[in-house]
């Protein structure tokens, strides 16, 4: 869907996503490299379980709503992505406690 | 740069690191007010000029000079004595100029002798069929990530709406090599002539020749079909296809990724939460806040600069922030105001730049068919609440935004109705025959961005905090 622009020449930033090793860049935010990735990386809302990706990327819509470090329900869009972050893709509603 | 704010009390605090924010931030500090500049973003620029510290875009041409021109604001603030917090969420104001602000997962509450809000704007919510499919985005999230990862568009790309971001966009992708194959221009044909009255001022406005150089720029690379009338995403939980009649023809191309636009508006829930006064404006279709010339609220002490006083683009939101830094010192420290521009001059700077306003306004009017959408098209991302399921609210006595929570549950999801408000208030003034002003808004309250009941149980308390609300 995305590709990178070859002027990018920031540092690789190692994530995992769903225990699966991603290479993002410093200064990406987690929705960024997500999208950027390539996989999938749809969660599934809370209400009916229907797929979705983010929409606006800006803090406004909370369709980036993702699992970081083991939190749940973060904005991706608005978390710059670390070295070693755990990402998870958030199927359905949160838990308590994650 | 992330750190919780170095004192309870400031002059002048600041929300937004935006062209207004920044703007407000530099000339309080000026003046020598003890300033606090709050952004929820990792760096400052806002929207429009996102990223502008840290962009991976190096070739200055692909952004466009606009851009480059937040560079030596930022550079203002930050040789300046404001204190600047990035990542720090504020999610309260009140009538007492309490802030309530989280940075780092730790919140705080600091107060403020004048607030200055520069909350800027979002995207238009444009409810079509399908948008809730994941390849479906606003195009200001393309532009978002462009600006800020240098990620492009690679698959079958469409890009419809209309209005002169959807240009810019569009014409930055190309640059940077990313791929568009179709761009639907979503202008009702009839606005060319509703805005001829105002089209002596955008003539003689900076805005036209650069306009028209855009779009010629993007034209020669992209079939653009005008006159769009209907618009429609489809796919199997993934967008597939795009559908579009124009001038009487229908077409469904395969897609990959959809940028939706159709203009901006103001980001209120902030200022609503706080009690500010909003009025329904007919010509750019939002709410904007009630306020004086030098940008004051119906709240003593706070004021609104920016495109959240209105929609006025970057160059106004620069002098509004100015103007309302000004007016902040005239009230505080009446002596220090000699060092800054005059406020004739400001406002004289503000005509300037509002000019051609009204041209965009009426020409990039969005055509009702994609304000206020029919049947199953969803209305509320959050709660996934249709259009049809409004309807049905009203003909069982929902009568406006806040009474339809109670039956749909619509506004009360995690973006508390920044995607579905307007929807909500256009489609049920419709629908009952009142005006947008009539019908209202959503009841706003904080805390206006999510926080975890932890952050909050953990917050410093008094003595008198917990004496009334422990017994015995």
């Known amino acids: 869907m995305f590709k990178r622009s070859a002027q990018d020449d920031r540092r690789p930033v190692h994530i995992v996503v769903d225990g699966v090793a991603v290479e993002a860049r410093e200064g990406d935010t987690v929705s960024a490299a997500?999208?950027?990735s390539g996989r999938d990386v749809r969660r599934a809302t809370a209400v009916s379980g229907a797929p979705r990706l983010p929409y606006c990327m800006m803090g406004v819509c909370f369709d980036c709503l993702v699992t970081i470090d083991g939190v749940g329900n973060r904005q991706g869009c608005l978390?710059?992505?670390?070295e070693g972050m755990q990402i998870d893709i958030q199927k359905g509603k949160r838990e308590i406690g994650r | 740069m992330n750190a919780a704010p170095k004192r309870d009390s400031y002059d002048v605090v600041v929300i937004g690191a935006g062209p207004a924010g920044l703007a407000a931030a530099a000339t309080a500090a000026e003046a020598g007010l003890s300033t606090l500049l709050l952004d929820e973003n990792a760096g400052p620029g806002g929207q429009v000029w996102r990223a502008i510290a840290s962009t991976p875009v190096t070739e200055r041409s692909y952004l466009g000079a606009d851009y480059w021109t937040g560079a030596s604001l930022v550079d203002e603030v930050r040789s300046g004595g404001a204190e600047i917090i990035q990542r720090a969420t504020v999610w309260s104001l009140d009538r007492n100029l309490e802030i309530g602000v989280s940075v780092g997962g730790a919140s705080s509450f600091v107060k403020a002798r004048r607030v200055i809000l520069a909350t800027g704007a979002l995207e238009r919510p444009f409810p079509i069929p399908g948008w809730t499919l994941p390849g479906v985005m606003s195009a200001g999230a393309a532009q978002t990530m462009l600006k800020s990862s240098g990620l492009v568009p690679d698959g079958k790309t469409v890009i419809a709406g209309q209005g002169p971001l959807l240009w810019l966009l569009a014409a930055q992708i190309l640059r940077l090599g990313g791929r568009i194959d179709r761009i639907l221009d979503t202008t009702e044909r009839r606005n060319y002539l509703s805005a001829l009255p105002h089209a002596f001022a955008f003539l003689t406005s900076r805005y036209f020749a650069k306009g028209l150089a855009m779009m010629r720029e993007v034209r020669a690379k992209v079939p653009v079909v005008t006159g769009v009338s209907e618009l429609a995403a489809a796919g199997d939980g993934q967008l597939a296809t795009v559908t579009?009649?124009?001038g009487g023809r229908r077409e469904t191309i395969p897609a990959e990724l959809l940028l939706l636009h159709q203009g901006v508006v103001p980001n209120v829930n902030l200022a609503m939460a706080a009690g500010i006064e909003h009025r329904w404006d007919d010509r750019q279709l939002c709410w904007s806040p009630v306020l004086d010339p030098d940008g004051n609220t119906s709240v003593q002490g706070i004021a609104i600069a920016g495109d959240g006083a209105g929609i006025g683009g970057a160059e106004a939101a620069v002098v509004r922030g100015r103007i309302a830094a000004r007016a902040a010192v005239d009230a505080l420290a009446p002596a220090a105001a000699g060092k800054l521009a005059p406020m004739a001059?400001?406002?004289?700077?503000?005509?300037?730049a509002e000019r051609g306003r009204a041209f965009l306004d009426t020409l990039f009017r969005p055509a009702p068919q994609f304000r206020i959408p029919s049947g199953d098209t969803i209305v509320c991302r959050c709660e996934e609440v249709t259009a049809r399921d409004i309807l049905d609210a009203v003909a069982i006595g929902a009568t406006g935004p806040n009474q339809l929570k109670a039956y749909r549950r619509t506004g009360m999801g995690p973006c508390q109705g920044r995607l579905c408000g307007l929807t909500v208030t256009e489609l049920m003034a419709q629908a009952r025959g009142k005006t947008a002003q009539e019908i209202g808004y959503y009841r706003l309250r904080s805390p206006v961005k999510p926080i975890?009941?932890?952050?909050?149980?953990?917050?410093?308390?008094?003595?008198?905090d917990v004496s009334a609300v422990v017994r015995g």
Not at chain 1, 79 to 82: G, I, L
Not at chain 2, 345 to 352: C, F, N, V
Not at chain 2, 453 to 463: G, Q, R, S, V, Y
């Open chain 2, 452 to 464: 975890t009941l932890a952050e909050l149980a953990a917050m410093p308390k008094t003595e008198t």
């Open chain 2, 345 to 352: 001059t400001l406002r004289a700077s503000l005509a300037k």
């Open chain 2, 244 to 246: 579009y009649a124009a």
């Open chain 1, 34 to 36: 997500l999208l950027a």
């Open chain 1, 79 to 82: 978390v710059p992505v670390a």
